[in-house]
């Protein structure tokens, strides 16, 4: 075997041959096809064989089975063990047993690959999992013979080696391939009687190990080209440095290590073209598909399909599913009035729209067959509406997924497809997955005369630009080297015993493949991330280089104040003026409507702290732009469920109190009127948290309303109560409080008022945290002067009643404060930033974060 050494910089390929009975296998595609547009067109001689090294391996593992690949892997595996699944890990369905068939195939993939039967020294926890495997593997080989099929993973097998297809030449030559697993090397050894083998390699003859056909080590060489590193923090930062570079160097190809996550050509669509694959993910028609099926998946079983409303905003929040159902403001709107009041459900009283796309889902639930499915995208859905231009072959391999899904459903017959898969989800899921990752061809694009598009490309082609500029984006210790490690059984130690793939291996192949892209340029412009809160800082293997060279960062190009003004100028040409920093807002009378303002303790609270605020919330009563809803029941539910449960009982008591000083309440009563408002409320709380509610919540609350009765018969049993009351406040008639130019009311309803000879009780009932002021103004609102009621606070949730001790707002400075706020000309920003901290304004906020 031969070995030759090229240098990084110098061109693998250069000095390649071209001879006819010769095998040329390359790495990839990228380099397979620099060699091929470097040979001189001859018709009369052909072309030599020249293979990727997947299509050579594809051409000497044989096998004349039935070959099962996707999906149809899983559904063999789940219909030829189904019994032994189930009493052995007590799997029952289909989509049970994908996590664990897929580390199933991976474990014997990896053995076939590593040429061994079994693992050396196990540890006793393994063993478990070892044994499962092997029972059900035993099995499964009974059925895949019995039908004929081979999977996928598992074609790469020792007995599969056929080398009929290298008798007809002399010589073999393997390009820069790197690293070989047992079972390829292998195949070398039995080529290698048969054929002259070559191994053309870019490294330093001292970091590869000739006897194990693997990399040892990966060390820098003498520098000779030109590198500049730049740090960026954002998407746009790095994109608009990347361009200066571009325009002020002369153009080059840009790379990265992270394909998937580039979006250049989102931003800047006028220059960059999205790479040139496609898969079935990107389209909008499978964007559409995964929206409705995660809707249907979220239908709420136990509450007969209920559809949860925050799965509904999220399926709003697609662009694609809007389009389809044309949705507008107002549909969206609606859909946050109905989550503003807290209801967790889709009920009777969404719109018509709303209630159409819940009427699709619960139909499609019905589905029993791939067929109900082909029908509906035909007939109802009008895939025509999703053709989109840039694609060439979209529906055609979307019929091909769907015509999958129908083989599986073939294979596993009538009866055990309904028992896999019993409703429209699952069939739903199943086609979803038939189209995951399926490739398509993307439209070529057209340029215009001198138009220059720029495409990112994979990092894995930037070795080929030999002498020319080279541009790396999204470098970063989270992209290089990346997630290396597959999910395993077996330590990093194992891993090395059993001769299996180790991270430290693919950590060196990684770092490899950057320094040949670093190093093969004439010049190379890295740009890397570091932004801490992603999780992203410089790579280590950046880090190595620029250590080594003595490299240096250089200044940023671009300063974040002046980002949109660049990209505007790049885009448009058209400078835009940034320097806005007026932050004051004026306050005019004509702010009040009929020069009236009325607020309540919240209301003063929120203008004491920000006056801005006050003017977005109370004034202009602008929605928060940004409003966070979640799953769980929001203490805004949990207070309106008390109040009214509390407001009940009151009301039902305060004549046996009044009149007769009976403090009694029934505990049963209480109980089932906190039930009965459980089920008047059940569409907005979220079924899971129905225990929750039923057996914590409820009790809790009971006890702690008769604790509250008992606690004011202790105070008050021998006293004359002229007044017991709830939540029964009008202050509509009221003087103003601040009799000015404007008339400032203040208002507000007060939870509870107890009133006996000589003594007022203020009571506010809570299960969120207290407001220091807020028992004061009730006070001032209802006796005029802060001291003329106890106050106190009732949490329901400990059942503790907290006599409020300290004056904490006098009348005189509640009106002190009114009126200087009526002096003022603006309204100012709250004094300390850290009131900002959960403000809901921050996005429209004036103020200079
Ligand atoms: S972000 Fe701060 S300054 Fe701006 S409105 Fe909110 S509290 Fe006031």
Request: negative net charge; aromatic residues 14%.
């Amino acid at each position: 075997m031969k070995f030759t050494y090229i240098n990084y910089g110098e061109d693998i390929v250069e000095n390649l041959q071209e001879r006819m009975d010769t095998i040329y296998v390359f790495s990839d595609y990228g380099l397979k096809n620099t060699y091929k547009k470097s040979l001189k067109k001859n018709i009369f001689k052909g072309v030599p064989t020249i293979l990727t090294f997947d299509e050579f391996k594809e051409k000497v593992f044989k096998t004349d089975k039935i070959i099962l690949r996707e999906a149809k892997r899983f559904i063999s595996f789940f219909n030829g063990v189904k019994k032994e699944l189930y009493e052995l890990l007590a799997m029952e369905s289909y989509y049970d047993v994908i996590d664990f068939a897929d580390s199933f195939f991976r474990y014997y993939k990896e053995l076939n690959e590593a040429m061994i039967e079994d693992i050396k020294n196990p540890q006793p926890w393994q063993e478990k999992y070892i044994n499962n495997f092997k029972y059900l593997k035993k099995k499964y080989d009974v059925y895949l013979e019995r039908k004929n099929y081979i999977l996928m993973d598992w074609i790469y097998k020792k007995e599969n080696i056929d080398l009929d297809f290298i008798k007809p030449y002399k010589k073999i030559i393997f390009i820069d391939i790197m690293d070989f697993t047992p079972l390829e090397k292998e195949v070398i050894r039995r080529i290698q009687g048969n054929l002259e083998i070559e191994f053309l390699l870019q490294i330093s003859r001292e970091d590869y190990s000739e006897e194990n056909l693997t990399i040892d080590s990966v060390t820098l060489p003498e520098k000779k080209n030109y590198i500049e590193v730049y740090e960026v923090s954002e998407d746009i930062e790095e994109l608009l440095t990347l361009e200066t570079l571009r325009e002020k160097s002369g153009g080059g190809e840009v790379y990265t290590p992270d394909i998937s996550r580039n979006r250049y050509h989102k931003i800047l669509p006028k220059i960059y073209l999205e790479s040139t694959s496609a898969v079935l993910n990107d389209t909008v028609l499978y964007k559409f598909l995964k929206t409705q099926y995660d809707l249907i998946a979220s239908l709420e079983s136990r509450l007969n399909y209920k559809l949860p409303l925050l799965e509904l905003k999220i399926a709003l929040d697609n662009l694609e599913f809007r389009e389809v159902y044309s949705i507008n403001n107002e549909d969206l709107k609606e859909l946050y009035n109905l989550l503003d009041e807290d209801y967790t459900y889709l009920n009777e009283n969404g719109s018509e729209k709303f209630q159409y796309i819940y009427g699709e889902l619960l139909k499609i639930n019905e589905f029993t067959k791939v067929d109900d499915f082909v029908r509906y995208f035909k007939e109802d859905l009008n895939l025509e509406k999703f053709y989109e231009k840039e694609y060439e072959n979209l529906f055609e391999k979307f019929y091909e997924a769907v015509t999958l899904a129908k083989t599986s459903e073939y294979m596993l017959g009538e009866e055990e497809f309904k028992k896999c898969f019993s409703k429209g989800s699952d069939i739903y899921k199943l086609i979803l997955q038939y189209m995951n990752n399926i490739e398509i061809n993307r439209v070529k694009a057209t340029y215009e005369e001198g138009e220059k598009k720029v495409i990112v490309r994979d990092m894995e082609g930037a070795k080929n630009r030999i002498g020319r500029n080279t541009y790396f984006v999204d470098i970063s210790s989270k992209t290089l080297p990346g997630n290396l490690g597959k999910r395993s059984l077996f330590s990093e130690n194992q891993r090395k015993e059993n001769n299996l793939s180790t991270k430290d291996k693919n950590r060196e192949l990684a770092k490899h493949k950057f320094f040949q892209g670093v190093f093969n340029s004439k010049n190379t412009y890295i740009i890397y991330r570091k932004n801490e809160g992603k999780g992203e800082d410089i790579s280590p293997f950046l880090t190595e280089i620029m250590e080594t060279y003595n490299i240096k960062v250089n200044k940023k190009i671009i300063k974040e104040e002046a980002i949109l003004k660049n990209l505007q100028n790049i885009y448009m040409g058209i400078p835009v003026k940034l320097d806005y920093t007026d932050d004051t807002l004026p306050k005019t009378n004509g702010d009040f409507p009929n020069e009236q303002c009325r607020i309540g303790a919240y209301d003063y609270d929120t203008l004491e702290n920000c006056e801005y605020r006050f003017y977005l919330n109370k004034i202009s009563e602008i929605e928060p732009l940004v409003k966070e809803w979640n799953k769980n029941i929001s203490m805004k539910f949990l207070g309106i469920y008390v109040h009214s449960v509390l407001e009940k009982v009151i009301d039902n008591t305060w004549k046996n109190i009044v009149f007769e000083n009976n403090f009694y309440v029934d505990e049963e009563w209480i109980e089932k009127l906190l039930l009965d408002y459980f089920f008047y409320n059940r569409d907005k709380i979220p079924v899971h948290l129905d225990n929750y509610f039923k057996e914590i919540l409820i009790p809790r609350f009971r006890d702690n309303i008769l604790k509250l009765f008992k606690e004011l018969e202790r105070t008050y049993s021998d006293k004359k109560i002229r007044r017991f009351e709830s939540e029964k406040v009008n202050w509509d008639n009221r003087e103003p409080f601040v009799d000015d130019e404007i008339k400032f009311y203040i208002t507000g309803r007060v939870d509870f008022i107890l009133e006996s000879l000589g003594e007022n009780l203020i009571l506010d009932f809570k299960t969120g945290k207290k407001q220091d002021k807020q028992l004061d103004f009730y006070s001032i609102l209802l006796y005029g002067d802060e001291n003329k009621a106890t106050k106190g606070i009732y949490n329901v949730f400990n059942g503790e009643l907290e006599y409020s001790e300290k004056v904490e707002l006098t009348r005189e400075s509640l009106k002190e404060s009114i009126i200087n706020f009526l002096k003022k000309d603006t309204y100012s920003l709250s004094e300390k930033k850290s009131s900002c901290m959960y403000c809901e304004y921050m996005n429209i906020c004036r103020r200079d974060f």
